[in-house]
């Protein structure tokens, strides 16, 4: 085979392979949606952050606004403290409240953000006040059964 | 007592065969470790004279090309079909693009591509280079004072290294578009949620880069056993055809025992913060 | 002669394994502008004797001169420059199966040289045209017959125009026709090109055409030399028998083997079906 020839086939490969790569990060990965913005980084501390992961991400009405960039734990308050940022398009109220839910049952967990009706926006290095943690199955389990327990021992008594 | 000495000189001679055979290996290892010093120092050739490695592109990625994208596409529906059964199970169908995606950009993709490639593109490599050296190629191109490790060797090694990544690419795409066509078209997996759960999850750094690292390690890995078994190969028909199963079957093993390794460095360290 | 021999080889011996010598004290010169013949039995050494000449193994004694240079002592790059002044025939021609006749010829032009596409072009022709094969120049060495694989071999091994030929066994495998080309061939390029060739063969008749003087090689030792005129004379055992092709003489046709009754009577399966056949009636 004549070397233009190979020289076109081989062209033609390396345009596809890095087409598919380039397709990996824009359409399947999310490099497109979050190194084009601008945006603004904003604390919450919570008591129970559950399964919540770097990169997770912030929605508000259910419109994802942001992602989670670090998570730490406060020495003093024994609490986590959550760092986002969100999308310089998206405004918020000061008093806005963050909670930690999941989509789904079993699905991953995110930030929702609920606006308030504070005036003053939010703004670079803010902390949310209120906030809702997560939601911990085991827990929610165990006070179920506490719960069955006592109503069933309240139940014998009156029935003695 | 006779018996006894007997058996103890039997499994003193199988110790004995056991080692040396160890030490065979261990001595292989370390010549097929100079072997790929020597080919990365004389590199120069292949990469000056970058049309060498061209043509070998050719031979090792374009003409891959067809078997990648057809068991891509295959590899993709087969993970829609099965995932939706599990996933709708526990009403969670729309995580349907997250799961092709990631089985097919961290595993399948680099793995499946690196063990297609190897019989492709490896085996016909090894079997060139130990028929080059059966036929006195490789010896007559020495006594034309060229270096034959230079001139053969590094340009197929150089062109493994550049098409592997660009073919499990090519895989993990097309693998997703056959996840696309199954799950959407056909099943009716809602499109948006399809593929906005993928790109929720998926990350660019931890997955899809991941992803080309692996397909790099395994590209390095299949040439260079590839290479060095064509080089090594006696210069007979049988040397030659137990090379080309030698290199399916060690670059085989190695992608598998690579990738272990690699997952275990790269997905649970990052993971878990 | 005045001028220097462009190979002399003292008392060289060599062995691939300590306990299996393949030569021992081996001494030739050859003079510039000859055809020598190295010629032998089949795994007599004479091969072995070829790459040692060409740098390719090591003499395990003795001093080995090729061009000058000391060749045993040089190392991989003062071989490699060696080896640019020298071309070789392989057994089989051993083309690059993978490039034209056209790519083949010009390999050495095109790693060695910086010489334009178009100088090039003319220079493989020059050299196709010498073994005739300029018409084949676009073919695949895949489509070539045995003795035009060798000719192309022959123009790619005198590409450079290099000052010591060797030819490893040039006659084998090549039907009658193909055979006197290559030996004319070989003839008639050491002498307009001024070169100086090394025949390693055991085809006697062509080998005696074409060469000046040829050295006898029997289990690693000089055994005769002298031109063809004398070797045909002479009264050495082994030459006359090589020469005149007997079957049995100082090589016999005999593999050394244990005595043979012993093989055949000592209790070996046909002795015992003798003796009970010979029981049983």
Not at chain 2, 52 to 74: K, N, Q
Request: net charge neutral; charged share 20%; glycine share 12%.
């Amino acid at each position: 085979m004549k070397r233009s020839t190979i020289d076109i086939w081989v062209g033609a490969f390396v345009a596809a392979g890095f087409a598919g790569l380039l397709f990996l990060a824009l359409k399947v990965g999310n490099l497109a949606s979050f190194s084009t913005a601008e945006t603004y980084q904003v604390q919450a501390k919570f008591a129970n952050i559950g399964g919540l992961k770097v990169r997770a991400p912030i929605k508000s009405a259910g419109v994802v606004v942001g992602r989670v960039s670090n998570v730490t734990f406060d020495n003093e308050s024994y609490e986590a403290i959550v760092t986002f940022n969100v999308d310089a398009h998206y405004r918020f109220p000061r008093d806005t409240s963050a909670k930690i839910l999941t989509s789904g049952l079993l699905g991953e967990q995110y930030v929702g953000l609920e606006a308030g009706g504070d005036g003053v926006m939010l703004k670079q290095g803010d902390r949310l006040r209120l906030t809702q943690s997560a939601v911990v199955l085991e827990n929610l389990i165990s006070q179920f059964l506490f719960n069955k327990a006592a109503e069933n021992k309240v139940e014998s008594k009156d029935g003695k | 007592m006779v018996e006894r000495s007997g058996v103890l000189a039997g499994l003193l001679q199988g110790l004995e065969r056991l080692g040396r055979g160890a030490g065979a290996k261990i001595w292989r290892l370390g010549f097929a470790a100079r072997f790929f010093a020597y080919m990365l120092l004389h590199s120069g050739t292949a990469l000056r004279r970058f049309h060498l490695t061209i043509r070998e592109i050719y031979f090792a990625g374009v003409l891959s090309m067809v078997i990648i994208l057809v068991s891509g596409l295959f590899v993709g529906m087969v993970l829609a079909l099965q995932g939706y059964e599990t996933l709708q199970r526990y009403g969670s169908s729309e995580a349907l693009g997250v799961l092709v995606a990631l089985s097919l950009v961290r595993e399948l993709g680099p793995v499946i591509a690196g063990l297609l490639f190897a019989s492709r593109a490896g085996s016909a490599i090894t079997a060139e280079i130990g028929l080059m050296k059966a036929t006195e190629q490789i010896a007559a191109m020495e006594m034309m004072a060229v270096d034959p490790i230079a001139r053969v060797v590094a340009p197929r090694f150089w062109a493994g290294v550049i098409s592997m990544p660009l073919l499990a690419g090519l895989f993990s795409a097309m693998g997703i578009f056959g996840g696309y066509l199954v799950g959407v078209k056909l099943i009716g997996v809602e499109e948006g949620a399809f593929w906005s759960q993928m790109q929720a999850s998926v990350d660019v750094r931890e997955d899809i880069l991941n992803g080309v690292i692996k397909s790099l390690v395994f590209g390095v890995a299949v040439t260079w056993i590839a290479v060095f078994e064509g080089y090594d190969a006696p210069p007979t028909a049988e040397g030659v055809s137990g090379a080309t199963t030698r290199t399916v079957v060690t670059s085989s093993l190695a992608i598998l025992a690579l990738d272990f390794v690699l997952t275990a460095l790269m997905f649970t360290g990052g993971n878990g913060k | 002669m005045a001028t220097a021999p462009i190979v002399e080889i003292d008392r060289v011996s060599f062995g691939y394994a300590a306990a299996r010598p393949v030569l021992h004290g081996v001494s030739l010169r050859i003079e510039p502008g000859s055809v020598v013949g190295i010629m032998g039995q089949s795994g007599c050494g004479k091969t072995t004797l070829l790459r040692i000449i060409a740098g390719w193994l090591k003499a395990g004694g003795g001093s080995v001169r090729v061009l000058g240079e000391p060749v045993s002592t040089l190392d991989s790059k003062g071989i490699f420059a060696l080896r640019r002044k020298m071309g070789m025939l392989f057994q089989f021609g051993a083309l690059f199966t993978d490039m034209t006749v056209f790519d083949n010829v010009a390999f050495q032009m095109r790693e060695h040289t910086d010489l334009p596409p178009d100088l090039i072009s003319d220079l493989v022709m020059m050299k196709l045209e010498a073994v005739g094969l300029r018409g084949a120049a676009q073919m695949m060495p895949a489509e070539l017959s045995g003795g035009m694989a060798r000719r192309v071999a022959l123009a790619r091994a005198v590409a450079l125009d290099p000052r010591l030929m060797l030819y490893d066994e040039p006659f084998t495998g090549l039907d009658p026709i193909s055979l006197g080309v290559i030996a004319r061939l070989i003839r008639t390029l050491n002498d307009s090109l001024g070169q100086t060739s090394i025949v390693v063969s055991h085809d006697v008749e062509e080998c005696f055409s074409i060469v000046d003087y040829v050295y006898f090689v029997s289990a690693g030792k000089i055994v005769g030399e002298g031109t063809p005129d004398e070797l045909r004379r002479s009264g050495e055992p082994f030459v006359s028998q090589f020469v005149r092709g007997e079957p049995d003489g100082p090589i016999p046709f005999h593999y050394p083997a244990p005595d043979y009754e012993a093989d055949i009577d000592g209790g070996g399966a046909l002795s015992s079906l003798l003796v009970a056949e010979a029981a049983g009636g």
